[in-house]
C-alpha cells in the first residue's frame, strides 16, 4: 500500500520542519543536543541530508568545482561537502532517537546508493533538495519507492518543477508536495515573493508550503496565511557554533517563536464563520439603532429633529429610519427612549 502524504501530514496544522543540516559540526553529540532541543522548541519532524562528498561531487579543484561567490566562496564542492555531511553511520541512530522523542526523522538522499540506505531505515518521507530538482534520474527513483516526496525549487523555473512532477507521476506517485524556496542564503525579504508559491498550488494541483533560508520569521508566517502546509527551517543550537550552515539558522529561541507564531495564524485562519460569538453578541448593543432625541407627543410626527440613527443599539434596526419618518406617534414618548414598532402609528 502507497504511503500518503495526507496521512503523515496532519492537514489540520501546518508541519514544521527542523533541518540539522551541517549544524552538528560532526559532533555526534551535538548533533543528539540539536534533535532533542527542536523536540523541545516544537518542531514536527527532523530533516538530514544523506551523501558524501564523493556520492554528489568529486576531488578536484579546477574552476568548474571552485565557489566564486556567496557565503562559501573559495571553497571546492568537495572541501565543502567533506565538512557539511553527515555521517551515514549515525543516521540511524539518530532516527530511533528523533522518533522516542516523538519527531518524524527523513531525508534528502542525494544519489541512489543514499535512497536505498534509507529505505533499509524505512523513512517515512523523501525530500528533494532543490539543487537536485533536475536529476530527474534520481526523481524518479526516490518516486518509485512509493513514499511522500516534498520537492524544493529554490533554483528551478517553471519547466524544471514541471518535469520533476511529470517524473514522480511517471512512477505512479502523485504524493508530492513543493516547497517554494530562495537558494539564497540568508534569504532576503524582498526575494520571496510568496505569490509564486500560491501560484504552485493552482497550476500544479500539489500542496505547497516553505523552505525558508531567512533569519526572521515573516515570510514563514505569511505563508502560512497564504496557504503553505508546511514550513522548513534551519537549526542551530547557538550560531556562535559555526559551521558552514550557521548564519542562516535560526536558534531554539527563535525556532519556538515561529512554532508559536505559526500556531497562532492557524488558530486565526479559522473557518468561514459569519454567526457572532458571545462577546460579539453582547457588544451589538453598542451599534446604532433608532432613538427618540425630543420628548413627542401623541399624534405628532416623526422628524429628523426628533428620531436619529445613534448608539447604543437597544431601539428598531437604522433601516426603518426612512420608513418611520412622517408617521404618528402612537402615545407620548420621552427622550431617550429607544423607538420601537409599538410606538409608530
Not at 169 to 179: A, F, S, T, V, Y
Amino acid at each position: 500500500m502507497k504511503a500518503n502524504i495526507t496521512k503523515l501530514l496532519d492537514r489540520s496544522s501546518v508541519y514544521i520542519i527542523a533541518e540539522l543540516s551541517a549544524n552538528h559540526n560532526q559532533d555526534f553529540n551535538l548533533a543528539v543536543k540539536t534533535i532533542k532541543a527542536m523536540k523541545k522548541s516544537g518542531a514536527d519532524a527532523v530533516k538530514l541530508q544523506t551523501y558524501t562528498a564523493d556520492t554528489i561531487t568529486i576531488d578536484c579543484n579546477n574552476e568548474y568545482f571552485k565557489i566564486k561567490e556567496g557565503l562559501w566562496k573559495g571553497e571546492t564542492l568537495y572541501s565543502l561537502y567533506k565538512k557539511a555531511y553527515t555521517p551515514w553511520e549515525w543516521q540511524p541512530k539518530l532516527k530511533k532517537i528523533a522518533e522516542d522523542l516523538g519527531l518524524v526523522f527523513f531525508s534528502s538522499p542525494f544519489d541512489k546508493t543514499a535512497v536505498d540506505f534509507l529505505e533499509k531505515m524505512n523513512v517515512p518521507i523523501y525530500k528533494i533538495a532543490s539543487f537536485e530538482i533536475t536529476d530527474i534520474p534520481l526523481i524518479e527513483y526516490v518516486a518509485s519507492k512509493d513514499k511522500p516526496i516534498i520537492i524544493s525549487t529554490g533554483i528551478a523555473n517553471l519547466i524544471d518543477i514541471e518535469e520533476a512532477i511529470n517524473a514522480c507521476k511517471r512512477m505512479g506517485n502523485e504524493d508530492i508536495i513543493l516547497l517554494h524556496c530562495v537558494s539564497n542564503y540568508p534569504t532576503q525579504p524582498e526575494e520571496f515573493n510568496l505569490k509564486t508559491m500560491v501560484n504552485l498550488k493552482k497550476t500544479f494541483g500539489v500542496e505547497i508550503g516553505l523552505s525558508d533560508h531567512s533569519l526572521t520569521n515573516d515570510a514563514a508566517i505569511a505563508s502560512v496565511a497564504m496557504g503553505a502546509k508546511v514550513i522548513e527551517k534551519h537549526f542551530i543550537l547557538n550560531r556562535s557554533l559555526g559551521g558552514v550552515d550557521s548564519t542562516f539558522s535560526l536558534e531554539p529561541d527563535e525556532f519556538k517563536s515561529l512554532v508559536k507564531s505559526v500556531r497562532n495564524v492557524e488558530k486565526a485562519l479559522g473557518k468561514v464563520n459569519y454567526s457572532l460569538n458571545e462577546n460579539n453578541n453582547n457588544n451589538r448593543r453598542y451599534s446604532r439603532s433608532l432613538f427618540v432625541i425630543k420628548d413627542i407627543k401623541k399624534g405628532e410626527k416623526f422628524t429628523e429633529k426628533n428620531l436619529r440613527s445613534i448608539r447604543p443599539g437597544y431601539g428598531l434596526h437604522p433601516k426603518y429610519y426612512n420608513e418611520v419618518l412622517g408617521k404618528e406617534a402612537t402615545y407620548d414618548i420621552k427622550k431617550g427612549t429607544p423607538l420601537k414598532h409599538s410606538h409608530v402609528t
